[in-house]
């Protein structure tokens, strides 16, 4: 690695001279040595030089290009190794410039533990492309996954337990009782037996319905022969069930076998959505979308760069299909760079291409359709939040609209475990993963101004999180002249700050009526409130985000009483080490829950057995019945 440090901005471009004729990422840095760009090249002193040189950029490149402090780079040997370490870089470092798959988990999959002796089906949102089992997706929602697994588990007898019961049970669950499983657990069927039945369910998963239903008619007929007309009954169920679900499945073509995928995108200046269709099997099996701040009619924004960018990101934790198609034609070069990308990756042959068949084009068209439709409902929700922000800045008299808010909260408990909550609103909306709890160190007992100056100043050591547009902090013009306080001392006096106070009650003692006014926000040195009008959606963002961070800081300071409640009466049992202690921490959120457990589940965690999960059992039961005696 190359490292230009400390240099000023125009002192970059010669420095960009020294770098080499060669494939590799290049990593750009802030002032605060922060990544706010990565990128890749086959040739990395002409791509990085060309920043400099070509002053005809977007106003995106223009922002970064000012910020570029000092540039990077890392050699590697192929171009394909420079496309696989940028999507590594890009979902590490999350740079403020890069187009980023969203990071969310709403990728399930179904997986089938065939590397198992008796496989069972369960949701998993994380692909493990080296492990020996299968998986199937992306599918639309967590509860078509757990649609799908119940009806195969019912259709085709598949275990449904974990797999510390299926290897602790002694005796047939209530699963087996009404049918719906073979009692594997026990003995009651035999590996190849119930290797059938997988083998049904693995047909139907992708897509080898006639299969299905031959191998599942041929049982019924034997069975039928050697007199057992109850089993060949259920079987016959099965059958008419599997075909009321086939019918339900939007059929693309059903003579094609292979999986695809679809990639393309729509939109103008305001933005574009991505989107992505899956088809298993000829069947369309889920979809994606994914708003950009890309403008694609922009002839400076070069597609091949973002699009592509966001499709190699995609694959990198996602199942690789036989066949994508992407909606635009970047020609021979860059199709078969993606492919060499995506087959190191999957280990097997890949196709990636512009679909010129009639069939592709449909697929495509289709694609198109879901790109124009979700464009246009994202541009009506924009409008519908983007009210509330203008509302805010216009009432609390901001210089821009606040793209993110950050409210803080203190919650302590006659000054024990004094916690404090960080929440984050982007654009009016919850960001979850922006939250962050504190546990303050440095003050003993309750006092709410040093604890807030604590969490601003650990907030602010992070310079890599985006600084807010305006700071809510919970209370009236006393907690408001504190958090003013705090930012003048940190050097933070430029970030907006308002504070929120919950509504005065007045209670008439002689009627049961209760009348409340309205929600008050202080601004600094102003004397008066601002009043919103009632259910203003500023207003509606601005309670929400207190209440939130109020919510998550109580929930904090539960979990750490509940913790230390919970270690307290473990510390008593006989052989509960530490690490058996944080293993019960871990499966078990309160003493009544380990209590209301089974001595096969907790023997079932790692490092217990069953005489010690009975001894635990029976010492806090013990001492519930002393606690009552008293």
Sequence with gaps: MS??????????????????????????????????????????????????????????????????????????????????????????????????????????YIKLTLGDQFPRLYLSRKVKREDRHVYFGPYTSGAAVFGTIKFLNRTFKIRDCSDGVFSTRKRPCLTYQIGRCTAPCVGYVDQKTYALDVEGALHFLRGQNKKVIKHMTERMHQLAEEEKFEMAAKIRDSIDSIKVIL???????????????????????RGC????????????????????????????????EWF??????????????????????????????????LEFRAGRKISVRFPTDEKGRKLLEMCKQNAISHFEKRLVENEEKFVGLDEIKNKLELLTRPHRIECYDISNFQGTEVVASQVVFEDGLPAKDHYRRYRIKTVDGQNDFASMYEVLARRFQHSEWDEPQLI??????????????????????????????????????????VEASEERVFLPGRQNPVFFRAQADGLNILVNIRDEAHRFAITYHRKLRDERTLTSELDYIVGL??????????????????????????????????????????????????????
Excluded: C, W
């Excluded at 202690?581 to 499966?587: F, G, S, W």
């Design 308 to 341: 592509v960018s966001y499709i190699n990101q995609y694959y990198e934790e996602n199942i690789i299909p036989e066949d994508v198609l992407i909606g635009s034609d970047f020609g021979g070069d860059i199709n078969k760079l993606l492919e060499n990308v």
């Design 247 to 269: 019918e339900k499945q939007a059929v693309i073509n059903e003579a094609n076998e292979k999986d695809q995928d679809v990639f393309t995108y729509y939109g103008d200046e």
């Design 577 to 630: 080490g530490e690490k058996r202690k944080k293993a019960l921490l871990t499966r078990y959120e309160s003493i009544d829950a380990i209590k209301m457990s089974s001595p096969e589940e907790i023997a079932s965690i790692k490092g217990f057995n069953r005489l010690l999960a009975e001894r635990i059992l029976l010492q806090l039961n013990e001492d519930e019945s002393q606690e009552t005696t008293e």
């Design 273 to 304: 959505v991505i989107e992505t269709l899956h088809f298993r099997s000829g069947r369309i099996i889920g979809n994606r979308s994914q708003f950009l701040e890309v403008n694609p009619a922009d002839t400076m924004e070069d597609e091949r």
């Design 3 to 108: 490292e230009r440090r400390g240099v000023r901005f125009d002192e970059l471009k010669d420095l960009v001279k020294d770098f080499p004729i060669q494939s590799g990422v290049y990593l750009m840095k802030n002032d605060v040595q922060k990544i706010i760009y990565v990128g890749k090249a086959k040739n990395l002193k002409n791509r990085v030089r060309s920043y400099f040189q070509n002053l005809d950029h977007n106003s995106k490149t223009r922002a970064l290009i000012q910020n570029i402090h000092s540039v990077e780079y890392i050699l590697t040997k192929t171009e394909v190794e420079a496309f696989l370490l940028e999507a590594s870089l890009i979902k590490k470092n999350k740079p403020k410039y890069n187009i980023r798959l969203r990071d969310d988990k709403s990728y399930p």
């Design 472 to 513: 809510v902090v919970d209370g009236g013009k006393g907690q408001l002249n504190q958090a003013v306080k705090i930012l003048n001392e940190l050097r933070k006096n430029h970030i907006p700050v308002v504070g929120l106070a919950k509504a005065r009650v007045k209670r008439d003692f002689q009627s049961p009526d």
